[in-house]
């Protein structure tokens, strides 16, 4: 059972729009920031988002995210069928020192 | 860039001890820039963070793995290092190494991280 709650599948055809939602608490997302990373099978995970709203260099703008109280929103536009993945939001349970958690990844699906 | 690369043993036998390396390339593990980090992925894909290591040695562990986890860092070699005793079938997953920023960020990210490597454990 992971910290963070996210849906387990979202589903959207390609150059449409997905959002993925994280839903957590206030000693988790109410009181840090959060990131999202996208694994894919047989490569390194991915730093997608930080500081809940920040793009990595080369990250490109179609991904975007939002945190408002406990829970964050990651949406990515212009879907390709390269986005199709595994993607999972994180962050820190009340301070760095008492550890990181994640959600249970949600697989996007572009049809 | 910072580069990770896993290694050890793929398969444990229960109530043994896993031993995994990171190798860094592309970064110093004597840098503060960055904490030191160990994650694992389960079959069902879950992930769950196991711990991370200071470049002065100072650790930090997941609470419900402190009493047999134990990670290391090795300067001079460029490497650290993750121990976990006792292991049953409920430690397979994919162990990840993963940098975490300590740089430009106020949330500390999961910057960088290595391909994994699946351990299984079962005799």
Request: aromatic share 12%; proline share 5%; hydrophobic share 30%.
């Amino acid at each position: 059972q992971s910290v963070l709650t996210q849906p387990p599948s979202v589903s959207a055809a390609p150059g449409q729009k997905v959002t993925i939602s994280c839903s957590g608490s206030s000693s988790n997302i109410g009181n840090n920031y959060v990131s999202w990373y996208q694994l894919l099978p047989g490569t390194a995970p991915k730093l997608l988002i930080y500081d809940n709203n920040k793009r990595p260099s080369g990250i490109p703008d179609r991904f975007s995210a939002s945190k408002s109280g406990t829970s964050a929103t990651l949406a990515i536009t212009g879907l390709q069928t390269g986005d199709e993945a595994d993607y999972y939001c994180g962050t820190w349970d009340s301070s760095l020192s008492a550890g990181g958690v994640f959600g249970g990844g949600t697989k996007l699906t572009v049809l | 860039q910072v580069q990770l690369q896993e290694s050890g043993p793929g398969l444990v036998a229960p109530s043994q001890t896993l031993s995994l390396t990171c190798t860094v390339s592309g970064g110093s593990t004597s840098s503060s820039n960055y904490f030191w980090s160990w994650i694992r992925q389960y079959p069902g894909k879950g992930l769950e963070w196991i711990a991370y290591i200071y470049y002065n040695g100072n650790t930090y562990y997941n609470p419900s793995l402190r009493s047999r986890v134990t990670i290391s860092i090795d300067t001079s070699k460029n490497q650290f290092s993750l121990r976990v005793s006792s292991v049953t079938a409920a430690d397979t997953a994919v162990y990840y190494c993963a940098t975490v920023r300590n740089y430009d960020s106020s949330g500390y990210p999961f910057d960088y991280w290595g391909q994994g490597t699946l351990v299984t454990v079962s005799s």
